[in-house]
Protein backbone atom coordinates (compact mmCIF):
# COMPACT_ATOMS: atom_id res chain seq x y z
CA UNK A 1 0.00 0.00 0.00
CA UNK A 2 3.07 2.13 0.18
CA UNK A 3 3.28 4.48 -2.24
CA UNK A 4 6.41 6.19 -3.23
CA UNK A 5 7.27 10.40 -3.90
CA UNK A 6 7.48 9.30 -7.92
CA UNK A 7 4.68 7.66 -7.57
CA UNK A 8 2.74 10.75 -6.50
CA UNK A 9 4.38 12.80 -9.05
CA UNK A 10 3.26 9.92 -12.05
CA UNK A 11 -0.48 9.77 -10.54
CA UNK A 12 -2.03 13.25 -12.40
CA UNK A 13 -0.42 11.95 -15.90
CA UNK A 14 -2.01 8.26 -15.68
CA UNK A 15 -5.40 9.28 -17.04
CA UNK A 16 -3.60 10.50 -19.97
CA UNK A 17 -1.73 7.90 -20.14
CA UNK A 18 -4.84 5.38 -20.68
CA UNK A 19 -6.21 7.58 -23.30
CA UNK A 20 -2.74 6.99 -24.97
CA UNK A 21 -2.14 10.92 -25.13
CA UNK A 22 1.11 11.59 -23.23
CA UNK A 23 4.04 11.49 -25.31
CA UNK A 24 7.49 12.48 -24.82
CA UNK A 25 9.81 12.26 -21.91
CA UNK A 26 7.16 12.14 -19.71
CA UNK A 27 5.37 8.86 -21.94
CA UNK A 28 8.89 7.10 -21.77
CA UNK A 29 9.74 8.15 -17.51
CA UNK A 30 6.13 6.40 -16.62
CA UNK A 31 6.89 3.92 -18.91
CA UNK A 32 9.69 2.97 -17.16
CA UNK A 33 8.33 3.42 -13.70
CA UNK A 34 5.56 0.87 -14.69
CA UNK A 35 7.95 -1.43 -15.77
CA UNK A 36 9.31 -1.54 -11.88
CA UNK A 37 6.27 -0.54 -9.86
CA UNK A 38 3.12 -3.17 -9.66
CA UNK A 39 1.21 -0.55 -7.63
CA UNK A 40 1.39 1.49 -10.38
CA UNK A 41 0.64 -1.09 -12.64
CA UNK A 42 -2.24 -1.73 -10.81
CA UNK A 43 -3.50 1.61 -10.44
CA UNK A 44 -3.32 2.08 -14.90
CA UNK A 45 -4.90 -1.70 -14.88
CA UNK A 46 -8.03 -0.56 -12.91
CA UNK A 47 -8.12 3.00 -13.74
CA UNK A 48 -8.25 2.21 -17.73
CA UNK A 49 -11.00 -0.41 -16.37
CA UNK A 50 -13.21 1.99 -14.62
CA UNK A 51 -12.99 4.15 -18.04
CA UNK A 52 -14.05 1.23 -20.00
CA UNK A 53 -16.81 0.21 -17.79
CA UNK A 54 -18.13 3.99 -17.67
CA UNK A 55 -18.13 3.74 -21.85
CA UNK A 56 -19.74 0.27 -21.74
CA UNK A 57 -22.18 1.02 -18.81
CA UNK A 58 -23.68 4.23 -20.72
CA UNK A 59 -24.00 3.35 -24.05
CA UNK A 60 -26.37 1.81 -24.30
CA UNK A 61 -29.15 4.30 -22.24
CA UNK A 62 -31.92 5.19 -25.65
CA UNK A 63 -34.26 8.23 -25.67
CA UNK A 64 -37.41 6.25 -24.63
CA UNK A 65 -40.01 6.45 -27.09
CA UNK A 66 -42.58 8.81 -24.68
CA UNK A 67 -39.86 10.96 -24.03
CA UNK A 68 -39.29 11.34 -27.80
CA UNK A 69 -42.80 11.67 -28.59
CA UNK A 70 -43.35 14.25 -25.98
CA UNK A 71 -40.01 16.24 -27.07
CA UNK A 72 -41.82 16.20 -30.85
CA UNK A 73 -44.71 17.62 -29.74
CA UNK A 74 -42.87 20.44 -28.09
CA UNK A 75 -41.36 21.50 -31.01
CA UNK A 76 -44.40 20.80 -33.01
CA UNK A 77 -42.48 18.17 -35.15
CA UNK A 78 -44.99 15.95 -34.48
CA UNK A 79 -45.82 14.88 -38.11
CA UNK A 80 -42.08 14.08 -38.10
CA UNK A 81 -42.64 11.51 -35.53
CA UNK A 82 -42.72 8.33 -37.53
CA UNK A 83 -40.32 9.05 -40.04
CA UNK B 1 -33.45 22.58 -52.05
CA UNK B 2 -30.47 22.61 -49.16
CA UNK B 3 -27.30 24.18 -50.05
CA UNK B 4 -24.44 22.12 -48.65
CA UNK B 5 -21.97 24.28 -50.63
CA UNK B 6 -20.58 25.88 -47.67
CA UNK B 7 -18.35 23.72 -45.72
CA UNK B 8 -17.74 26.21 -42.82
CA UNK B 9 -21.56 26.40 -42.57
CA UNK B 10 -22.47 22.28 -42.15
CA UNK B 11 -21.67 20.94 -38.70
CA UNK B 12 -18.51 18.91 -38.16
CA UNK B 13 -19.88 15.63 -40.01
CA UNK B 14 -20.85 17.68 -42.84
CA UNK B 15 -24.48 16.08 -42.66
CA UNK B 16 -26.48 19.35 -41.43
CA UNK B 17 -27.01 22.92 -43.29
CA UNK B 18 -26.67 25.76 -40.63
CA UNK B 19 -28.46 27.72 -44.07
CA UNK B 20 -30.94 25.36 -43.77
CA UNK B 21 -31.86 25.74 -39.91
CA UNK B 22 -31.45 29.36 -39.92
CA UNK B 23 -33.94 29.38 -42.82
CA UNK B 24 -36.80 27.68 -40.72
CA UNK B 25 -36.20 24.56 -42.55
CA UNK B 26 -38.54 22.32 -40.38
CA UNK B 27 -37.09 18.96 -42.02
CA UNK B 28 -33.00 19.84 -41.39
CA UNK B 29 -34.37 20.85 -37.41
CA UNK B 30 -35.89 17.42 -37.24
CA UNK B 31 -32.81 16.08 -38.74
CA UNK B 32 -31.25 18.30 -35.81
CA UNK B 33 -33.24 16.66 -33.46
CA UNK B 34 -33.46 13.05 -34.75
CA UNK B 35 -29.10 12.67 -34.76
CA UNK B 36 -28.76 14.65 -31.07
CA UNK B 37 -31.89 13.91 -28.85
CA UNK B 38 -30.62 10.60 -27.76
CA UNK B 39 -27.19 12.52 -26.69
CA UNK B 40 -28.08 15.13 -24.95
CA UNK B 41 -30.97 13.11 -22.72
CA UNK B 42 -28.25 10.78 -21.54
CA UNK B 43 -26.32 13.95 -20.68
CA UNK B 44 -29.18 15.14 -18.46
CA UNK B 45 -29.81 11.86 -17.41
CA UNK B 46 -25.94 11.66 -15.61
CA UNK B 47 -25.53 15.53 -14.95
CA UNK B 48 -29.05 15.34 -12.93
CA UNK B 49 -29.53 12.05 -12.02
CA UNK B 50 -32.96 11.10 -12.75
CA UNK B 51 -35.62 10.71 -16.08
CA UNK B 52 -37.71 13.70 -15.51
CA UNK B 53 -34.99 16.25 -15.18
CA UNK B 54 -32.89 14.88 -18.40
CA UNK B 55 -36.81 15.40 -19.85
CA UNK B 56 -36.91 19.02 -18.70
CA UNK B 57 -32.95 19.93 -20.29
CA UNK B 58 -33.23 18.27 -23.55
CA UNK B 59 -37.01 19.71 -24.23
CA UNK B 60 -35.54 23.00 -23.18
CA UNK B 61 -32.05 22.65 -24.89
CA UNK B 62 -33.95 22.40 -28.30
CA UNK B 63 -36.35 24.97 -27.53
CA UNK B 64 -33.29 27.24 -27.06
CA UNK B 65 -31.63 26.13 -30.27
CA UNK B 66 -34.87 26.93 -32.24
CA UNK B 67 -34.80 30.52 -30.84
CA UNK B 68 -30.91 30.84 -31.25
CA UNK B 69 -30.70 29.41 -34.32
CA UNK B 70 -30.23 32.79 -36.31
CA UNK B 71 -27.84 34.23 -33.65
CA UNK B 72 -25.71 31.02 -34.14
CA UNK B 73 -22.11 32.13 -35.74
CA UNK B 74 -20.96 29.07 -36.75
CA UNK B 75 -17.34 29.55 -34.93
CA UNK B 76 -18.17 26.14 -33.82
CA UNK B 77 -20.13 22.92 -34.91
CA UNK B 78 -23.77 22.70 -33.91
CA UNK B 79 -22.94 19.28 -32.06
CA UNK B 80 -20.78 21.49 -29.89
CA UNK B 81 -23.34 24.61 -29.52
CA UNK B 82 -25.98 22.15 -28.50
CA UNK B 83 -23.99 20.33 -26.00
CA UNK B 84 -23.12 23.84 -24.54
CA UNK B 85 -26.83 24.92 -23.96
CA UNK B 86 -27.64 21.48 -22.81
CA UNK B 87 -24.44 21.71 -20.16
CA UNK B 88 -25.79 25.18 -19.26
CA UNK B 89 -28.97 24.00 -18.33
CA UNK B 90 -27.54 21.08 -16.04
CA UNK B 91 -25.72 23.18 -14.58
CA UNK B 92 -28.07 25.89 -13.79
CA UNK B 93 -30.67 23.02 -12.66
CA UNK B 94 -27.79 21.57 -10.10
CA UNK B 95 -27.13 24.93 -8.65
CA UNK B 96 -31.09 25.59 -8.17
CA UNK B 97 -31.37 22.20 -6.40
CA UNK B 98 -28.16 21.72 -4.73
CA UNK B 99 -27.16 25.58 -4.16
CA UNK B 100 -25.33 24.63 -0.71
CA UNK B 101 -23.56 21.38 -2.48
CA UNK B 102 -22.02 24.08 -5.74
CA UNK B 103 -20.97 26.51 -3.25
CA UNK B 104 -18.48 24.56 -0.94
CA UNK B 105 -17.66 21.71 -3.85
CA UNK B 106 -15.93 23.87 -6.69
CA UNK B 107 -12.26 23.19 -5.90
CA UNK B 108 -9.38 24.22 -7.49
CA UNK B 109 -6.93 22.50 -9.77
CA UNK B 110 -4.07 21.32 -7.26
CA UNK B 111 -4.21 17.65 -6.71
CA UNK B 112 -4.42 17.38 -3.03
CA UNK B 113 -6.90 14.87 -3.37
CA UNK B 114 -4.45 12.94 -5.69
CA UNK B 115 -2.23 12.24 -2.54
CA UNK B 116 -4.84 10.68 -0.31
CA UNK B 117 -3.53 7.04 0.07
CA UNK B 118 -4.86 4.67 -2.79
CA UNK B 119 -6.51 1.77 -2.77
CA UNK B 120 -4.63 -0.92 -4.41
CA UNK B 121 -6.87 -3.53 -5.14
CA UNK B 122 -6.53 -5.39 -8.90
CA UNK B 123 -10.19 -6.12 -9.75
CA UNK B 124 -9.52 -5.49 -13.75
CA UNK B 125 -8.91 -9.05 -14.40
CA UNK B 126 -12.32 -10.81 -12.90
CA UNK B 127 -15.09 -11.66 -15.02
CA UNK B 128 -17.11 -9.27 -17.22
CA UNK B 129 -20.43 -10.58 -16.21
CA UNK B 130 -19.30 -9.38 -12.52
CA UNK B 131 -17.69 -6.58 -13.69
CA UNK B 132 -20.83 -5.67 -15.54
CA UNK B 133 -23.12 -6.21 -13.04
CA UNK B 134 -26.38 -4.42 -11.80
CA UNK B 135 -25.23 -3.59 -8.53
CA UNK B 136 -21.52 -2.40 -9.73
CA UNK B 137 -23.69 -0.28 -12.44
CA UNK B 138 -25.74 1.35 -9.69
CA UNK B 139 -21.94 1.88 -7.59
CA UNK B 140 -21.08 3.72 -10.91
CA UNK B 141 -24.17 5.44 -11.08
CA UNK B 142 -23.72 6.40 -7.69
CA UNK B 143 -20.22 7.73 -7.57
CA UNK B 144 -20.50 9.61 -10.77
CA UNK B 145 -23.94 11.18 -9.18
CA UNK B 146 -21.35 12.25 -5.98
CA UNK B 147 -18.72 14.18 -8.43
CA UNK B 148 -18.58 17.80 -7.45
CA UNK B 149 -20.61 19.58 -10.65
CA UNK B 150 -17.11 21.04 -11.86
CA UNK B 151 -16.03 17.42 -12.12
CA UNK B 152 -19.01 15.75 -13.59
CA UNK B 153 -19.27 18.29 -16.45
CA UNK B 154 -15.70 17.64 -17.95
CA UNK B 155 -16.11 13.48 -17.19
CA UNK B 156 -19.88 13.31 -18.80
CA UNK B 157 -18.90 14.68 -21.85
CA UNK B 158 -15.53 13.04 -22.28
CA UNK B 159 -15.94 9.38 -20.63
CA UNK B 160 -19.63 9.07 -21.70
CA UNK B 161 -20.89 11.48 -24.72
CA UNK B 162 -16.42 10.63 -25.76
CA UNK B 163 -16.48 13.73 -26.86
CA UNK B 164 -12.60 14.86 -27.31
CA UNK B 165 -10.34 17.84 -25.10
CA UNK B 166 -10.75 20.04 -27.40
CA UNK B 167 -14.33 19.53 -27.87
CA UNK B 168 -15.40 19.13 -24.29
CA UNK B 169 -12.74 22.17 -23.65
CA UNK B 170 -15.03 24.30 -26.31
CA UNK B 171 -18.23 23.42 -24.38
CA UNK B 172 -17.24 23.85 -21.04
CA UNK B 173 -14.99 27.26 -21.91
CA UNK B 174 -12.15 25.68 -20.73
CA UNK B 175 -8.42 24.94 -21.90
CA UNK B 176 -7.89 21.85 -22.61
CA UNK B 177 -5.06 21.21 -19.36
CA UNK B 178 -7.77 22.23 -17.37
CA UNK B 179 -10.29 19.65 -19.05
CA UNK B 180 -7.76 17.02 -18.89
CA UNK B 181 -6.65 17.97 -14.91
CA UNK B 182 -10.32 17.61 -14.43
CA UNK B 183 -10.78 14.70 -16.09
CA UNK B 184 -8.40 12.73 -14.29
CA UNK B 185 -9.21 13.66 -10.71
CA UNK B 186 -12.94 12.56 -11.90
CA UNK B 187 -11.69 9.14 -13.03
CA UNK B 188 -9.59 8.86 -9.86
CA UNK B 189 -12.76 8.77 -7.82
CA UNK B 190 -14.76 6.89 -9.29
CA UNK B 191 -11.48 3.99 -9.90
CA UNK B 192 -11.09 4.81 -6.07
CA UNK B 193 -15.10 4.03 -5.09
CA UNK B 194 -14.49 1.10 -7.36
CA UNK B 195 -11.30 -0.60 -5.76
CA UNK B 196 -13.29 0.30 -1.98
CA UNK B 197 -16.09 -2.10 -3.73
CA UNK B 198 -14.46 -4.62 -5.26
CA UNK B 199 -11.70 -4.67 -2.08
CA UNK B 200 -14.75 -5.39 0.23
CA UNK B 201 -16.47 -7.59 -2.33
CA UNK B 202 -13.26 -9.87 -2.13
CA UNK B 203 -12.92 -9.74 1.31
CA UNK B 204 -16.76 -11.61 1.48
CA UNK B 205 -15.18 -14.01 -1.24
CA UNK B 206 -18.55 -13.38 -3.08
CA UNK B 207 -16.82 -12.04 -6.17
CA UNK B 208 -14.19 -14.77 -6.96
CA UNK B 209 -16.41 -17.85 -5.39
CA UNK B 210 -18.62 -16.98 -7.66
CA UNK B 211 -16.68 -17.40 -10.86
Known amino acids: ?83 | MIDHSAENMTDFNGELSLKALQNGDRNEFSRLVELYSGKLYRLGLKMLGNPQDAEDILQETYLKALRGIKKFDGRSSLSTWLYRIAMNESLMHLRRKQPEMLSIEEPGEGDLEEQEPLQIVDWCCMPEKELMSNEVRRKLDHAIEELPANLKSVFVLRDIEELSTLQAAEVLGLSETAVKTRLSRARMRLRKELSAYFSEKNIEGSVYDSR
Do not use: F
Not at chain 1, 25 to 42: F, K, Q
Not at chain 1, 66 to 77: F, G, I, N, P
Open chain 1, 1 to 83: MIHGEHCQYLLGSLSEYVDGELTGELCAELERHLAGCENCRIVVDTLRKTVYLVRAANEQIDLPEDVRSRLYHCLDLDDYLKK
